[in-house]
């Protein structure tokens, strides 16, 4: 994932607001309930794996084994709402998904009969899955017959952000009356689908997410204009991180 991509952008979105807000704006120390649109930069990597074996004899097996790996950035959208607890803590729920693109994905699939000796020793075998067997020492299947028909062309596909949800806890602290920055941390789930000549497939990811931000005040406890990277998903089927740029509303 690009992050150095994420801070440029977001340094720059930072440097821009600061050069237009007037010099009579106040931090939004008193607005306790808050809700935010915000345009949604985001990258994901997807990965899957898969494999099947089926026994076709006393003595052969046959199936395939399947990676596909992608990564994708576009532009969508979040909203967000959130209540400040305390001056320094506040609770946000974030919505966000949308954008999709077409992509190139690295993508590797053996099809395979194997055929074994009579008195075969399967016990290295026992209790493994498809995965762990790919990834053994190539010497026990020295006495093996195997037949192979691999296929390694890279894929067309369609990259879509379907939905991220998120819950986070807000520590923040204001400086020159205006500024308000933050960290986010909680828990997260995103949800994305990759479309390929050959499958079409959703990956899901949950679990802890982190981030951290800026407010800058344009009108006193009322108007605000926000920015924030969130490392929203980091799982072994999806990762997800965005920067995001938009307005935030206190009432």
Same mark, same amino acid.
């Given at each position: 994932?690009?992050?150095?991509?994420?801070?440029?952008?977001?340094?720059? /979105?930072? $440097? *821009?607001?600061?050069?237009?807000?007037? $010099?009579?704006?106040? *931090? @939004? #120390?008193?607005? %306790?309930?808050? $809700?935010?649109?915000?345009?949604?930069?985001?990258? $994901?990597?997807?990965?899957?794996?898969?494999?099947?074996?089926?026994?076709? !004899? @006393? +003595?052969?097996?046959?199936?395939?084994?399947?990676?596909?790996?992608?990564? !994708?950035?576009?532009?969508?959208?979040?909203?967000?709402?959130?209540? %400040?607890?305390? @001056?320094?803590?506040?609770?946000?729920?974030?919505?966000?998904?949308?954008?999709?693109?077409?992509?190139? +994905?690295?993508?590797? %699939?053996? @099809?395979?009969?194997?055929?074994?000796?009579?008195?075969?020793?399967?016990?290295?075998?026992?209790?493994?899955?498809?995965?762990?067997?790919? &990834?053994?020492?190539?010497?026990?299947?020295?006495?093996?017959?195997?037949?192979?028909?691999?296929?390694?062309?890279?894929?067309? *596909?369609?990259?879509?952000?379907?939905?991220?949800?998120?819950?986070?806890?807000?520590?923040?602290? +204001?400086?020159?009356?205006?500024? &308000?920055?933050?960290?986010?941390?909680?828990?997260? =789930?995103?949800?994305?689908? #990759?479309?390929?000549?050959?499958?079409?497939? +959703?990956?899901?990811?949950?679990? #802890?997410? =982190? /981030?951290?931000?800026?407010?800058?005040?344009?009108?006193? &406890? %009322?108007?605000?204009?926000?920015?924030?990277?969130?490392?929203?998903?980091?799982?072994?089927?999806?990762?997800?991180?965005?920067?995001?740029?938009?307005?935030?509303?206190?009432?």
């Amino acid at each position: 994932m690009n992050f150095i991509k994420h801070l440029g952008m977001l340094a720059f /979105g930072v $440097a *821009a607001i600061t050069a237009v807000v007037p $010099a009579f704006a106040q *931090a @939004d #120390l008193e607005g %306790r309930q808050y $809700a935010a649109v915000s345009a949604f930069d985001w990258d $994901a990597q997807s990965e899957r794996f898969r494999g099947t074996v089926e026994v076709t !004899s @006393d +003595t052969a097996v046959e199936g395939f084994f399947e990676l596909e790996e992608g990564s !994708s950035s576009a532009l969508g959208g979040r909203l967000l709402f959130g209540y %400040r607890v305390f @001056d320094w803590l506040g609770a946000e729920l974030h919505v966000a998904g949308g954008g999709s693109k077409k992509i190139s +994905t690295d993508y590797a %699939r053996v @099809d395979f009969t194997a055929t074994f000796p009579e008195d075969f020793d399967f016990t290295p075998f026992i209790g493994l899955t498809p995965e762990e067997i790919v &990834n053994l020492d190539p010497s026990v299947f020295e006495d093996v017959d195997l037949d192979l028909v691999e296929d390694t062309d890279p894929k067309r *596909a369609k990259f879509k952000l379907n939905q991220v949800w998120g819950f986070f806890l807000r520590p923040n602290v +204001t400086f020159a009356e205006r500024f &308000n920055v933050f960290g986010l941390v909680g828990y997260s =789930y995103a949800k994305a689908d #990759l479309r390929t000549d050959v499958s079409w497939y +959703t990956q899901t990811a949950r679990g #802890l997410s =982190y /981030g951290a931000g800026v407010d800058v005040a344009i009108i006193k &406890n %009322r108007l605000s204009v926000m920015a924030d990277y969130v490392q929203y998903a980091d799982g072994h089927e999806l990762t997800v991180e965005a920067t995001s740029l938009g307005l935030k509303l206190m009432f």
